[in-house]
């Protein structure tokens, strides 16, 4: 049970009829991320990449999503077999793992 002193914020579950789009649109500090399809990245250089990314996530401190970059990764990258490999079954990582 977590102490007094050190409060936690309570749990309130996502509603399943939540309107997104006007969530969106009526609140002030929210905005849909960015998202570029991985075929318009073939008409620019890694340099106008790096520099989108220095722009847009690093300086802006957005997300950008580029649509379809997953199937350019080898399918065991990060699969929970590699994690164990390369990163042990113990700790967080473990907890992790039993997710999939």
């Keep these: 049970m977590p102490s007094p002193s050190h409060p936690q914020a309570q749990f309130v579950p996502i509603p399943p009829d939540l309107d997104l789009s006007a969530l969106v ?8 991320v960015t998202r570029l399809p991985k075929e318009m990245l073939k008409e620019h250089s ?33 699969s929970p077999t590699w994690l164990r490999e390369n990163y042990g079954t113990k700790g967080k990582l473990n907890e992790v793992i039993a997710w999939y």
């Design 46 to 78: 890694a340099q106008s990449l790096e520099k989108l990314v220095l722009l847009h996530v690093v300086i802006g401190g957005k997300p950008l999503v580029i649509e379809g970059w997953e199937r350019m990764l080898d399918a065991g990258l990060f």
């Design 25 to 32: 649109e009526n609140t002030t500090n929210f905005d849909y």
